[in-house]
Structures are given as structure tokens and as C-alpha cells.
């Protein structure tokens, strides 16, 4: 699928003033060095190069537009070895989608694909505040939709106005998500695109990110991602679920439970007083007013 990448927020004069400063010929040779325009040569048949303007025939307007994504289109796996590149420490990969073709019987690996850098695109110093700026996006901005309580996410929504027969479509859009996690180290990129979602508001924060933060949550224990400390707090707006971490009132009787689980619903079981086991476990970050369960000792 090739889809226009532009998105319609307020940050768009910003990204349109960057396209001023650093001129056509510096904007589109970034653009070339993060593979757009090309096929990444992935193991998958009928790979689009995308569409980009040609750069003698860009004006201020082309610019302007380039810059923040309006005039061109790429592919879903030419964004996601872009984003990885610009979190991953700077490094382009050449993307890949059977990692090994093993002989059934024998077991002999036949074929193997292994990671195989493309270019530098751009420095580490500048990796790590392109993951700071993006973890923003998640924990402050339109991505909190993503947000995992106690982990390091970062990500982009895209709200992208469709394209037919040369003309922007009214009403009519592709709404994605970008996400990676941990923002410090990223171990996994989910990228979510939706065609035209209906009933709802389209932004790629109400539509998309709910879904990659799913995804990201089963990440989390399928590739083993520890929660982490260091990450920038999510800011909570009045129509958010907050979240809350669980205080470990093992050992404690149940009126002392409680008085520290208050912002909890709570159901026990047992007819002692003392709490011997409780669930979720203490630790656990759980939406205020979820119900929690405690073993009481038995008398």
C-alpha cells in the first residue's frame, strides 16, 4: 500500500519553515538517504519505490508541501526502516521478512537473512532526541492513546487525506501510528495504518494508536520488555483512564488494605483478617477503580 504521509496538525507552519531552512537540495537528499523514493528490497514481491517530486521540479510550494508529507506517498515498510533508522542510532537496514528457510526433515538451514546496514543516515547524538522528541509524542502530545503505564513508548500518529485521480478526497483518510518501545533502547517498531476508518473521529491518535498499543503490550511479555525507569510521565487529560501502581498490603489486616487500596474496588476471600495473597500483584499499574482481590488467611 502507498499512502500520502501528511499530517494535518498545527505543527505543520513548523515543518514547513524546517523545508525553508535547509533548502530543496538538503531536505531531499535526507529524504534519499532514508530510502525514500527507492524500493528497500525486501523479500516481498510487487515493492513500490513511492512517489516524490522530482527535485528540478520543486518550487517553494513542492517544498513546502514535501516537508511535511503533503505532494508524496511511500510505503508502509519504506516508513518503518526510515523511523528505525532515526531511533536505532542512525543506521539504515535493509528490511527482511524470513529471517531463515530451514530443510523440514535434515533441519539445515538452507537460507538466512541477517541484518545488513544500507547507510549512516544520521548521527547517534542526533538518534537519541529524535527517540526523546517521539517518547514526547506518547507520554504529552497525540499519541497518549499509546501511552504503557511503567514503560518507554514513543511514537507518531499520521492523519493523511487520500488521494483520486490527482485530487484530495473530502472526508476520506489513512490514519496510522508509529510506535517503538523501549523509547531508550527499542527492541520493536509496530506501525498501524487504517484506510478511511468510519464512525469516529479520524486522527491517527484516536483511531490508530489504541491498536499498536495493544500490540505493544503483548510485545511486552513475547519479547520479554521489562518496564523501566526514566520516562517522562504521561499527562493526563479529564477523559483518560488513569493508572495507578498497587501497594502491597500482604500481611496487613483487612481494614489497613483497605485504607491503602481506597482508590480500588476490592473483593476478598477467606473469613480471617490478615491478607495472605492479593491480585494483581503489589507493583502491578492498574486503572484507578479496577477491582482487586485479596486472599484473607483461614480461620
Known amino acids: 500500500m502507498i499512502q500520502n504521509v501528511a499530517v494535518f496538525t498545527r505543527t505543520n507552519p513548523g515543518f514547513v519553515e524546517l523545508g525553508r531552512r535547509l533548502g530543496k537540495e538538503t531536505l531531499f537528499k535526507y529524504i534519499d538517504s532514508f530510502g525514500f523514493g527507492e524500493k528497500t528490497g ?93 517518547e514526547s509524542v506518547v507520554a504529552l502530545g497525540s499519541g497518549r492513546n499509546a501511552y504503557i503505564e511503567g514503560y518507554r513508548v514513543g511514537g507518531k500518529t499520521g492523519t493523511a487525506q487520500k488521494v483520486n485521480n490527482g485530487i484530495y478526497m473530502v472526508g476520506n483518510y489513512i490514519t496510522s501510528f508509529i510506535g517503538f518501545m523501549p523509547a531508550d533502547d527499542p527492541q520493536i517498531v509496530v506501525y498501524v495504518a487504517i484506510d478511511n476508518p468510519k464512525g469516529v473521529t479520524a486522527y491517527g491518535g484516536t483511531v490508530a494508536a489504541p491498536i499498536a498499543k ?75 477503580g479496577s477491582t482487586i482481590r485479596l486472599m484473607l488467611e483461614q480461620q
Do not use: C, W
Open 42 to 134: 525486501v523479500d516481498l514481491n510487487g515493492e513500490s519505490s513511492g512517489i516524490l517530486f522530482s527535485l528540478s521540479k520543486v518550487g517553494p510550494v513542492e517544498l513546502a508541501t514535501t516537508a511535511f508529507g503533503q505532494g508524496v506517498s511511500v510505503t508502509a515498510i519504506q516508513q518503518v526502516a526510515a523511523v528505525s533508522a532515526a531511533i536505532n542510532g542512525g543506521t539504515l537496514y535493509k528490511p527482511y521478512i524470513v529471517k531463515r528457510l530451514i530443510e523440514s526433515e535434515t533441519g539445515e538451514i538452507i537460507q538466512e537473512n541477517k541484518p545488513k546496514q544500507v547507510r549512516k543516515v544520521i548521527k547517534k547524538e542526533t538518534s537519541e532526541k529524535v527517540r526523546y522528541a517521539l
Open 214 to 288: 495493544n500490540i505493544l503490550e503483548d510485545a511486552t511479555s513475547i519479547l520479554n520488555i521489562k518496564k523501566r525507569e526514566g520516562g517522562l510521565s504521561k499527562e493526563y487529560r479529564y477523559f483518560d483512564t488513569k493508572y495507578q501502581t498497587v501497594e502491597n498490603v500482604i500481611g496487613l489486616s483487612l481494614k489497613e488494605a483497605r485504607e491503602k487500596l481506597k482508590d480500588f474496588h476490592i473483593e476478598y476471600s477467606g473469613s480471617g483478617d490478615k491478607i495472605m495473597d492479593m491480585s494483581p500483584k503489589p507493583g502491578s499499574s492498574v486503572p484507578l
